[in-house]
């Protein structure tokens, strides 16, 4: 597969497991201890299950090679090295392969609770699980082969807006709770107290409401919103995909 890619070939990589140190991999268990009490109180049923799907360690960094052996089974996708943060075209290249990027580096522990650029924790912690949802890996998929079929601006900005507030930040209610499963939300001790304390308005997803609320990268969230289940997240892609794209195929 990796050598079928066009846009994400310059962007791979490989991950040298044997180079981690044990600083790097005692950082990863702390990270993963921090995170723990509120991830199994809050996270969604389908993030529990697919972490113990793919068999993470909570003392050792993660292995991609073998995370994918267990995830391919499952729902076809794999988790590949990359060597950093990819251009849009590769990015949903991939995702429309069932590929997902992940980096290879790790934060270090002067940076436990945040770090700007995605690392290992965040990419496989936070999104991985999901990856081993059968509708959740749907729809990664075609929300690729939907943002790779088109260049305008305009429309990347509100299907990333659905990205956001879905794969990244979404919330789900499940039997009368709210639970998480964004890997923002998922890999951030701030962004799931901000959501547990009431920081953060949680609003009832709708497709449109979510296409116009503007990302903001560099501050906690002010407003989230919440699906009721993993097929609405999907159907809500496929309308975005009539309301962006019908009427040019007419």
């Known amino acids: 597969m990796e050598n079928n890619f066009t846009y994400a070939a310059l962007y791979l990589g490989r991950q040298s497991y044997e180079l981690y140190s044990e600083d790097e991999h005692a950082t990863w268990a702390e990270l993963v201890r921090r995170r723990t009490p509120q991830i199994e109180q809050f996270a ?16 050792r960094l993660p292995n991609l090679k073998r995370i994918s052996e267990r ?44 770090t700007p650029e995605p690392d290992i924790f965040h990419d496989v912690f936070g999104h991985v699980p999901m990856h081993a949802h059968k509708v959740f890996a749907e729809f990664l998929e075609r929300y690729g082969e939907i943002c790779a079929a088109t260049e305008d601006p305009e429309v990347l900005e509100q299907l990333g807006r659905l990205f956001w507030y879905t794969v990244e930040f979404g919330l789900i209610r499940q039997g009368g709770e709210l639970k998480m499963f964004g890997s923002g ?3 951030s001790h701030g962004e799931c107290t901000n959501v ?10 709708e497709l449109d409401a979510v296409l116009n609320t503007t990302v903001k990268v560099d501050e906690i969230h002010k407003v989230l919103f919440a699906i009721d289940s993993f097929d609405q997240m999907y159907e809500a892609l496929l309308q975005a995909e009539l309301k962006f794209f019908d009427a040019s195929r007419k």
């Open 44 to 59: 969604c049923r389908e993030y529990l299950e697919g972490y113990q799907l793919i068999g993470m360690e909570e003392a």
């Open 196 to 205: 547990l304390e009431r920081r953060c308005e949680v609003r009832r997803f």
């Open 71 to 114: 995830l391919m089974p499952r729902t076809g996708w794999t988790t590949i090295p990359v060597t950093g943060f990819l251009p849009a075209p590769a990015f949903f290249e991939m995702l429309a392969n069932r590929a997902f990027p992940s980096t290879t580096w790790l934060r270090d522990r002067n940076s436990l609770e945040y």
């Open 185 to 187: 939300i998922i890999s």
